[in-house]
């Protein structure tokens, strides 16, 4: 075990679902150190957020970038050193408002790089705003008479826009998450991970997302983008999380 | 002053009809026979019809700006005879595809030539400078030899055309016109962006990002071309955003990374461009100006971005160059990118249209252009991107360098890339970026940036910067006072003690500039206190025209 912890002092609020994600990144990073990866040739980047902070927290090489952009970014270092493994954490504000076409550009692209986003469904570090998976009717501070928008649903987009790995996943569950973070890390090619992330402060989501994720069924075939565009899509008293869609197409770096 | 020999050929017709490659052609043969030439275009924002131009102006000795006096007028339609006659000498002469030869008007059955020979309308343009080989006298294998360069294998068509105007013209004997004897220099025949983009090349440049907008389109374009040859990775991706993130990723990786656009796309960078500046990643941007407010006139020239680019948002030791011609575009080239890594931080280079697109016949000296690196660092363990030293420049290593956990980070940090809001450390850490200046101040001094021309003694002083040199120093041929021309390379950091010192040499200071407000001026009087007496301004999207100027300057000398 490679102990990955850093001198930043944590500024997440106590109890915050973000420390299960920080947990559970650590925890994949040195699974995959001890089957061979090497950790001067990890990077991950950062928007920013709550979420961003996590890069203070994992002694690896880091990039906190700008609001939205962190996808951007772990392209260009991808592009300009394949060797490194390249894994980018996002907001949903972050990368579902502010750089979303980002995300439908590295879809499109494949380049072979991770992203994690923590959907909170909330402008956490901004305190409390609507962002766009936020449930319609919500209030906060900027819709104090509730939204009036539908949410999107970031993983249609991105399966829409050509992801080859596409996935969620709930930050209650530990080892679930693990699991998964791992496959995308694993996958070649451009992997998604949605992670439903409660905020404590803003948006408890805990009590909800635990009576209603459950898992893909057994065989669920991984390679039908018709399905998995359902699959993503069915919002009720079940959510299913797991992989909708895992396919191998060329990478983008590979072209150059 | 002795009376120089000057010539200019123009070549017009609708977008689509081949006028600037053609113009592109003639002045590859001049430049190849020894000529001094500069090649101007003028073209609207449209793929086909509107009116397009290129003109190709040479003399046996040093030209810095082209002509408008024609000598030879090829008008691949009746628009350009109606637009450009009035342009022509008293013997200037008109190729044109026309029934019957009518004073100044030769005909020369350009589309039946081309269809006789079942090539498509595009190509009559080769017969069109077969026809000009006659008049000029120059050798009609040299004009092959430069289409087998251009267009390869496809090359037989244009040949086979340009025997055809050749003849034609010999057999009726048409009026040639006496050159002078060229000198040999060897030069080689580019526009501005060619330029600098072989001096960021030179410099070792490894991957650029840019997404397409005129003026600074034919710089990826160049380099995409360039690619394979060189090792360089080019991509074009979703929109300047990206662009400038994704450039600044792959700076953090270590690679020597570069993108270009204009004002609008610049705006679009801005935010990253002062990451770049808190997070010390070397990066260069170019800003090929075009005429006019945001989207403005697309294929026009301007000068209005200078007040802009030196204000990115937030406080780091800036740096913003300005070559005035292809040559400096070419050293500073790569200047900018070597001066990016040395010093960790962002570099702007301004362009502009008419300095982009213009080509002259130049001698690029590669032997000036060294690659150099960061301060390297010994990584290992303890490594803190940001440690602080006293010439503020932190060692540089990169991700996948062993041991050395490489964090940087937009907000302010401390010395190891953590975030912090401590009130020392962000003092500190701002101190730190700018105690690079220093050292920046001190490079530059290794270059000349600020250069006097003309009467060096003379108590006229004009000042300008970037491409409006090509007109001025054209224009101090025709001056009658003595005037000496202040051309200032470097923008930011301006060497103040220098310039003020020039300046107030000075009775009267006027100040040439392509834009509204005189922006050059406000950084004059800004930096050194000194205001110019008069201000030469067009905004018109067109460049000084050398004999206009001259007049305007005389009168105010007068
Ligand atoms: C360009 C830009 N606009 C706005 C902000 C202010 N801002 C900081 S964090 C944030 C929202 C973060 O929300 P999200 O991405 O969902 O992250 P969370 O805090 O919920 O983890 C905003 C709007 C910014 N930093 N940059
Ligand atoms: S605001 Fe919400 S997301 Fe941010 S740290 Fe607190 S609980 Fe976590
Ligand atoms: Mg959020």
Known sequence: MIDLNTQAKNTWCPGCTNFLILSAFKNVLNELFSTGLNKDNVVMTAGIGCHGKIADYVNINSFISLHGREVATATGIKLANPKLTVVAFAGDGDAYAEGIEHLVHAAKRNSNITLLVHNNQVFGLTTG?????????????????????????????????????????????????????????????????????????????????????????????????????????SNGDKIPCGIFYQVQKPIFEDSF | MKKQNIFSVLVGGAAGDGAREAAANLSRLLTN?????????????????????????????????????????????????????????????????????????????LCAYAKEMGAPPILRTAAALGAICWILNLD???????????????????????????????????????????????????????????????????????????????????????AHEYKIKVAQPENEIAVINMALGSAYAGKRTATASTGGGFALMLEAMAMAGMEELPIVVADSQRAGTSTGVATRTGQGDLAFVRNLPGEFPQIVLAPGDQEEAYLLGGLSLNLAWQFQ?????????????????????????????????????????????????????????????????SYEHDEKGYITDSSEITKAMCEKRFAKIKGIVKELAKHEMIKVYGDTKSKNTLVFFGSTKGAILEALKYIKKPVRAVQILCLE???TAQLKKILKESNRIIDIENNYTGQLANLIREKTGIEVCKKILRYDSFPFEPLSLADTINKILK
């Open chain 2, 345 to 409: 931080t962002p570099v702007v280079v301004l362009l502009d249209k008419l300095l982009s697109e213009n080509m002259s016949a130049c001698q690029l000296d590669d032997k000036k252009i060294k690659i150099i690196s960061s301060k390297p660092s010994k990584a290992g363990k303890k490594y803190q991107r940001y440690e602080f030293t006293d010439d503020g420049i932190s060692p540089l290593a990169f991700p996948g360098d062993k041991d050395a956990v490489v964090k940087v980070c």
């Open chain 1, 129 to 233: 705003q609507v962002t766009p998976t936020s449930v319609k009717g919500y209030k906060g501070r900027s819709t104090p008479f509730g939204s009036v928008e539908e949410p999107l649903n970031p993983l249609s987009v991105l399966l829409s826009s050509g992801a080859t790995f596409v996935a969620r996943t709930y930050a209650g569950n530990l080892q679930e998450m693990q699991v998964i973070m791992k496959k995308a890390i694993q996958h070649k090619g451009f992997s998604v991970v949605d992670i439903l992330q409660p905020c404590i402060s803003f948006k408890d989501t805990r009590e909800y997302f635990k009576e209603r994720v459950c898992e893909l069924e057994k065989n669920y075939p991984t390679d039908k983008l018709d399905m998995a565009l359902v699959e993503v899509r």
């Open chain 2, 33 to 109: 026979v020894g000529f001094e030439v500069i090649q101007t275009v003028e073209y609207p924002s449209l793929i086909r019809g509107g009116h397009n131009f290129a003109r190709v102006t040479f003399s046996d000795d040093k030209i810095h700006s082209d002509y408008e006096a024609l000598d030879i007028l090829v008008a691949l339609n009746k628009e350009t005879v109606d637009l450009h006659f009035k342009e022509l000498k008293k013997d200037g002469l008109v190729i044109f595809d026309c029934e019957k030869q009518d004073k100044k008007i030769i005909n020369l059955p």
């Open chain 2, 493 to 495: 950091p301006l060497d």
């Open chain 2, 140 to 226: 009609l294998e040299e004009l092959n030899k430069i289409f087998k360069t251009v267009f390869k294998d496809k090359a037989e068509a244009n040949i086979k055309l340009s025997v055809k105007g050749y003849e034609n013209f010999k057999n009726r004997k048409i009026t040639q016109i006496k050159l002078p004897k060229p000198k040999k220099i060897i030069r080689k025949l580019v526009d501005g962006n060619e330029a600098f983009a072989e001096g960021l090349i030179k410099a070792g440049l490894e991957n650029y990002f840019a997404y397409p907008m005129t003026p600074s389109s034919s710089i990826l374009h160049f380099l995409a071309g360039k």
